[in-house]
């Protein structure tokens, strides 16, 4: 697979606590760093996130920084603490994009995908 950079003239890096998040980057060969503390949950280091993003920033043209918290909450149905995730991501210097919210987990199902009403349907996105 060629790399992000000869596909699209950018070198970029990737912060995460999830391996697969990390493999797709090192697929990619992105920098792909999972900084002390990010741990994939509420408990995670977005201070520690936030310096190495800056520090993958100066020598790539970007970084996707990955919160996994708000999306785990979807998938335990926790939406007390889906709330929680959101509001510490986006508050303060933990500043979260609207898209990576978005497009977290539905509590209403705990799945990427939940199955319409009909029998037989197959199963649609939710944002």
């Known amino acids: 697979m060629p790399s992000f950079a000869k596909l699209h003239g950018k070198k970029g890096g990737i912060i995460s606590a999830v391996d697969v998040i990390l493999g ?3 697929l990619g060969e992105m920098e792909s760093l999972r900084p002390e503390g990010a741990t994939g949950f509420l408990d995670t280091n977005y201070e520690n996130k936030a310096r190495a993003a800056v520090d993958l920033l100066r020598r790539n043209d970007f970084v996707y920084v ?10 335990l149905g926790d939406l ?7 509001k510490t991501a986006t508050s303060g210097s933990s500043r979260s994009s609207s898209t990576s919210i978005a497009r977290s987990t539905p509590i209403s199902c705990g799945s990427w995908c939940c199955p319409t009403s009909g029998a037989g349907q197959a199963a649609q996105a939710h944002p």
């Open 24 to 26: 797709l980057g090192l």
């Open 66 to 75: 990955h919160v996994e918290a708000v999306d785990e909450c979807g998938h």
């Open 80 to 86: 007390a603490n889906k709330i929680k995730g959101m």
